[in-house]
């Protein structure tokens, strides 16, 4: 990229002088062009240069009149440009004379002739000359005269511009497919090798000025719409010049944050071309690609092409690799969010060496940007919910140092990869022995964060087949700790009280303990704090999973019955939107109505009216005074059942209810209900209007009466 060398040296101030050779023959406009150039090397002459209007003007026209005819002054001029781009200050001026779109037209072009060029040596196919280029018949031509005189000279400089002029373009185009030798052969390849490095120039520093400019984003946007993302991955075929794949890679880097821009890279195969790349020698190219993968990796399409592409493995090698380990973690960090990538990740000893590799920093960072412990850790958390990968990470007493360094450093994170480990039965065994540390985090108090993913580990922990729970309960002091954290006046935060519900269900499970948890008024705060969250699902589902703990074993069932309002909770979140809570709700209701107390009854009108409410809504609206036709002062009182009219032009059936009264089903054990039939109406919807009124549990249920609503 650097200026023609016979130029001389330049000086500031004859820019004039530099600025008349653009208005003369190509030869003198690159020399002018390159003696330019010189001055804006140069940080500060800049301004001076910034301030001459002529001058910039005529770069403009240059650039805008003859770009095809020489790559040479095309590169000095954008290369001018370009120097001015480095600065913020300069890019209103390159905004001005809109050399920006100027590049684009130009790469665009150099894109397309270099295809021209490659397939004409390959003898793919007859170059067809490009309709865009200048017709020769417009180039002027100075008179030819006789050699002598002045006119000597005049010849002599003729033929030097028509040496300059003339490109190898033409003697590729203009080569014939028949009679070429290997000699012509060769000579077209070095012609192309020539031209295409000559090209590479003009490409990379117009791919850089346009860099530079992108951070308005509004020049980044008529960029998006002049389709510079398909630009750029066209020039990522120039695998040859690394210089510039590692600057097409930066700027996609850059262009890739905005959807559009990572949308067009995903229709054009940007995966399969960044694979390619990651097996580069150089360096600093796999780093720059590693970061467009990371910034790839946010789309959860382009994540599952990775694995399919197996760049998984590549990746992985990665993080043994100083320069690239931080990126790689990132990456695999996003790549094990897919539970079904989470088991290729134990296919290669890299779960045992991400765990040794944490123990060896953990609480301190591993360098670089961005990087550190933190995302090491994110990935052991993530990949500890794969089983297999759990069994790695806690085997060979990582799981015993994991823990250890938990409580030296007090670190909560750490802590959180324990409790995932702790989920899986083949680790619970494991962690016996340090039940008492546990514990004793939860009842010592401490940072909230760490407490939260101990009291989650001991409700893995404390599970029958693992350890005795009342036992535990009883010589650790659970009970108090969870009262404690249950209590709504305590100020602890919601995650703990969530975990607090989540222990109070792990610690029901067994009889001695949950009567233990009875008696201390459990039932009683995890209806307080149920009463406080009620907004929160998760916390009301573990709660009423900790009801249905209780349920189980009578002594602590009778007492959460007979002492508590849990029962009027459940039949209350019957009707809950979330089908899990309902679902639950149903369980526990279950237990109490088989129970001998009073909910049993009330506990059958309740879901009768939650079952049938549709059903009994119309018709207590039909049948209450004043309603119906006594509305609008007929005063007339309702029939004892609805008519048939009514029913055949009212359907009352919504659209989420899977029976209707018309359809053909066994809801009734019989055939399908005739609807005109008077003599069903009286002896069938008259009954069921006077119970429905007066909700005589014992009249609904004496004959297992169900209307599907």
Avoid at 196 to 204: A, C, F, G, H
Avoid at 462 to 478: G, I, N, S
Avoid at 693 to 705: E, G, K, P
Wanted: glycine share 6%; net charge negative; aromatic share 6%.
């Amino acid at each position: 990229m650097s200026p023609v060398e016979s130029v001389p040296a330049a000086v500031l101030h004859r820019v004039d002088e530099y600025v008349e050779l653009l208005y003369d023959d190509i030869p003198e406009k690159i020399k002018g062009s390159a003696l330019i150039l010189q001055l804006a090397r140069n940080p500060d002459n800049l301004i001076e240069l910034a301030r001459n209007e002529a001058l910039l003007s005529a770069l403009s026209r240059v650039l805008r009149e003859e770009w095809k005819r020489s790559v040479e002054l095309s590169t000095n001029i954008v290369y001018t440009f370009f120097c001015f781009s480095t600065y913020n200050e300069f890019h209103p001026i390159i905004i001005q004379y809109k050399i920006g779109s100027l590049c684009m037209d130009v790469i665009d072009y150099e894109l397309k002739r270099y295809d021209q060029w490659k397939e004409k040596v390959e003898g793919k196919k007859a170059v067809t000359p490009d309709k865009s280029e200048v017709p020769k018949s417009r180039i002027p031509e100075p008179k030819r005269r006789p050699k002598s005189g002045t006119w000597a000279v005049a010849d002599v400089n003729l033929q030097k511009s028509r040496s300059l002029v003339s490109s190898y373009h033409e003697d590729l185009c203009n080569a014939s497919d028949d009679g070429l030798s290997k000699n012509d052969e060769e000579q077209l390849k070095r012609k192309l090798k020539t031209l295409s490095k000559r090209q590479e120039q003009l490409l990379r520093v117009a791919f850089y000025m346009l860099l530079n400019i992108a951070d308005n984003v509004k020049v980044e946007e008529k960029m998006y719409k002049k389709d510079v993302v398909g630009l750029l991955m066209r020039a990522m075929e120039r695998h040859s010049n690394v210089d510039l794949l590692i600057l097409i890679v930066s700027f996609l880097q850059k262009l890739s944050i905005f959807v559009e821009n990572k949308n067009s890279m995903a229709s054009r195969g940007i995966v399969e071309k960044l694979a390619v790349l990651l097996d580069s020698p150089n360096a600093d190219l796999v780093n720059v690609t590693l970061k467009l993968l990371f910034n790839l990796t946010f789309d959860t399409k382009l994540r599952n092409k990775m694995i399919k592409l197996g760049l998984l493995p590549k990746i992985i090698q990665f993080t043994s690799d100083d320069k690239h380990i931080n990126l790689a973690m990132k990456i695999l960090y996003h790549l094990s969010m897919d539970d079904r990538v989470k088991p290729m990740f134990t296919q290669s000893d890299c779960v045992k060496l991400l765990t040794d590799m944490l123990l060896l920093n953990v609480n301190g960072e591993t360098g670089g940007e961005g990087g550190g412990t933190d995302v090491l850790l994110a990935l052991c958390i993530n990949l500890a919910w794969c089983p297999r990968a759990a069994a790695l990470m806690a085997g060979e007493g990582r799981l015993r140092e994991l823990l250890e360094r938990a409580f030296r450093h007090n670190n909560a994170m750490l802590m959180k990869l324990v409790r995932n480990l702790s989920h899986h039965p083949q680790n619970r065994p494991l962690l016996v022995e340090f039940v008492g540390d546990i514990a004793g985090a939860v009842t010592g108090g401490g940072a909230e964060a760490l407490v939260a993913e101990c009291l989650g580990t001991l409700s893995n922990i404390l599970h029958p087949d693992t350890l005795d729970v009342f036992a535990v309960v009883e010589r650790y002091h659970l009970v108090p700790a969870i009262m404690k954290i249950l209590d709504p006046e305590s100020g602890l935060g919601g995650e703990l009280a969530l975990e607090g519900a989540i222990l109070a269900g792990a610690v029901a499970a067994d009889a001695r303990a949950a009567a233990a948890l009875a008696a201390a008024g459990g039932g009683g705060a995890l209806i307080a704090a149920l009463r406080a969250r009620q907004a929160d699902d998760e916390h009301v589902l573990q709660t009423v999973f900790a009801f249905r703990q209780m349920l189980s074993h009578p002594p602590s069932a009778e007492h959460l019955v007979s002492k508590t309002e849990a029962p009027a909770y459940l039949i209350d979140l019957m009707q809950d939107k979330n089908v899990e809570i309902r679902k639950m709700c149903d369980s526990c209701l279950d237990i109490i109505s088989q129970m001998k107390n009073d909910w049993a009854a009330r506990i059958k009108v309740e879901r009768f009216r939650c079952h049938n409410g549709q059903w009994l809504s119309v018709v207590e609206t039909l049948g209450a005074p004043g309603g119906g036709a006594g509305a609008e002062g007929e005063g007339d009182d309702l029939p004892p059942y609805l008519s048939a009219e009514y029913l055949t032009t009212h359907p009352l059936a919504t659209s989420d209810s899977q029976n209707s009264l018309n359809d053909e089903s066994d809801s009734f054990s019989g055939d399908v209900i005739d609807l005109n039939n008077r003599d069903l109406h009286d002896g069938f919807l008259g009954p069921l209007q006077e119970s429905a009124n007066s909700l005589d549990s014992d009249t609904l249920f004496a004959n297992d009466l169900k209307v599907f609503a």
